[in-house]
């Protein structure tokens, strides 16, 4: 679907880049997917490895790494209207599915779900949600990397419409 303008190859890139964020948050809730299942754990843990590294290394080693790397894309792409729709839309779209995920652990830690260690909770329904978090939030950051990358803007249900009415103000 494209609603605006043409996208130049940078603006592919950057955005495709910009989505790895949520994709790597989300790898934390697939631990037990990865226990039962192997070689998916080396499909995608081991071409990710120095990824998880470095943006791990920075937002646990930078106090509110996170926070920062949030702030400086919401202040500098999305509000930034020089720059192209296709690059604004996408960050906004990427960050949102970012808050996702993060409300989604805080809400986790506040009903004492251990999501991010389901593979040795031993509790069927918290390894169940963290399935269904990885597989929904994964596959939804790399539709959206698929699609920025074929230049096309990835229509995610409601999160596309949020970033829509956003960038719109």
Request: charged letters at 10%.
């Amino acid at each position: 679907m494209t609603r605006r303008g043409s996208q130049t190859p940078g603006d592919r890139i950057l955005a495709c880049v910009i989505y790895l964020l949520p994709l790597l948050e989300s790898v934390r809730y697939g631990g037990y997917l990865f226990d039962l299942m192997p070689l998916l754990a080396q499909l995608i843990l081991i071409p990710l490895s120095p990824l998880l590294r470095l943006y791990g290394g920075f937002v646990q080693g930078v106090p509110f790494g996170g926070l920062i790397i949030f702030f400086a894309l919401f202040l500098l792409v999305v509000r930034n209207r020089n720059l192209s729709h296709f690059l604004r839309f996408n960050t906004m779209q990427a960050l949102i599915i970012k808050i996702g995920l993060s409300l989604i652990a805080i809400l986790s830690q506040l009903f004492g779900l251990p999501l991010q260690a389901a593979a040795t909770s031993g509790n069927l329904l918290v390894a169940v949600m963290a399935n269904f978090v990885f597989l929904a939030f994964f596959g939804g950051s790399l539709y959206a990397i698929i699609q920025t990358a074929l230049g096309r803007y990835p229509d995610l249900p409601v999160v596309s419409d949020a970033a829509y009415q956003h960038l719109d103000r």
